[in-house]
């Protein structure tokens, strides 16, 4: 586990590392090049790189924390991938179901794994599920995740890399929209960011909106946040129309 640079969580841990590309979003994954420079330093966990493994040891460390965390679960890799078995994912479930002082975001692409199994695990309310999205192609993860028993539903809208018109967010909590930073970045347009923010102002969700990625594709280049000293610094800056749009969902009050 570690302390996280993500704004919307306060710390990672990682039960599964390793992945592989199922979609567009994750054409530049930070995942993956971070497994490869953890390798290279010799981290035991990273040996294999970003071939999927499993980490049984992990499973007790939730139970050492002597204060409430967020926590991001596998943030290096996929939960409900199709090379964890069942047996591992109801394993990590238990664990978050009986450390209730910490709430929880699990993220997902593999939607329909998520629901296939959804109906054996057990959804106590610390446990917050969610499914990225980042282009109309792929907003089908929403109904997929609207159909589980989850408490708490996100979604994470990013790489944003094209308009998400489709998109429909009965029974969705929150929403975290956010454009693709690093030296292949692909654009992001406003009007695509508008778009998720006005249905969730329409629907009452909860809306986050993390970061431009790249000070180039900010329609405003002095957006202060751009600045690395800014206390809500984000790569690429993070104000929308002059405002930071940071919330939560209301069941985190």
């Known amino acids: 586990m570690s302390n996280s640079g993500i704004e919307w969580t306060e710390m990672t841990w990682n039960p599964v590392t390793g992945c592989n590309k199922i979609s567009p979003g994750c054409k530049n994954c930070y995942a993956e090049a971070m497994s490869k420079r953890l390798k290279s330093m010799g981290i035991d966990k990273y040996k294999d790189g970003f071939k999927l493994r499993t980490h049984p040891e992990t499973l007790s460390i939730p139970f050492t924390w002597k204060k409430s965390k967020v926590v991001f679960v596998n943030s290096m890799s996929d939960l409900f ?9 109801s394993a990590v479930f238990s664990v978050m179901n009986n450390t209730p002082q910490h709430i929880y975001q699990v993220l997902t692409k593999r939607s329909e794994r998520l629901l296939e199994l959804s109906h054996k695990l057990k ?5 917050w599920m969610g499914v990225s999205v980042e282009n109309d192609d792929y907003t089908f993860r929403v109904e997929h995740l609207s159909k589980t028993a989850a408490k708490t539903k996100f979604l994470s809208i990013e790489p944003l890399i094209g308009p998400v018109k489709s998109l429909i967010l009965n029974g969705i909590d929150w929403v975290i929209v956010g454009g693709e930073s ?15 923010k006005v249905k969730c102002e329409e629907e009452n969700v909860a809306f986050f909106f993390k970061q431009w990625g790249k000070p180039k594709f900010n329609v405003n280049p002095s957006d202060p946040t751009i600045d690395v000293n800014h206390p809500k610094h984000a790569k690429g800056g993070c104000e929308l129309d002059g405002e930071i749009y940071r919330e939560m969902p209301h069941k985190a009050a």
């Open 123 to 127: 959804w106590t309310d610390n446990i």
């Open 182 to 196: 690093g030296h292949k970045a692909r654009p992001l347009q406003k009007k695509w960011i508008d778009f998720v």
């Open 81 to 89: 991938h199709d090379d964890v078995p069942f047996e591992f994912i």
